[in-house]
């Protein structure tokens, strides 16, 4: 059974910094690809980086510099570096098995001005 747990969410004021975490148990994050996705209120879900079994990573252009996605092999979790946070950033945040049905729960990240 897959199971995706997020943590490291918060409230941070404008410039600051966090790191989300994806634990993932049932699936070997190094042999598939990973997402962060966002979802604010009243809007849809979006992409904010994906990370492939390769390694090879894409950005929505919004967090393009600011945001790094990587993986620990070793603990089997996926990470959400966010630098220079924006208002405009604050959201849900879901980890994702890329192309499935498979999302965490969500952690709230909240980016005071």
């Known amino acids: 059974q897959v199971h995706l747990v997020e943590s490291g969410g918060g409230l941070v004021q404008a410039g600051g910094s966090l790191r989300l975490s994806c634990v993932a148990s049932?699936?070997?994050?190094?042999?598939?690809?990973m997402g962060w996705y966002s979802q604010a209120p009243g809007k849809q879900r979006e992409l904010v980086a994906v990370?492939?079994?390769?390694?090879?990573?894409n950005y929505a252009d919004s967090v393009k510099g600011r945001f790094t996605i990587s993986r620990d092999n070793a603990k089997n979790t996926v990470y959400l570096q966010m630098n220079s946070l924006e208002p405009e950033d604050t959201a849900v945040y879901f980890c994702?098995?890329?192309?499935?049905?498979?999302w965490g729960q969500g952690t709230q990240v909240t980016v005071s001005s």
């Open positions: 994702h098995w890329h192309g499935t049905n498979y």
């Open positions: 049932g699936i070997t994050v190094r042999l598939v690809a």
């Open positions: 990370i492939s079994s390769g390694g090879r990573t």
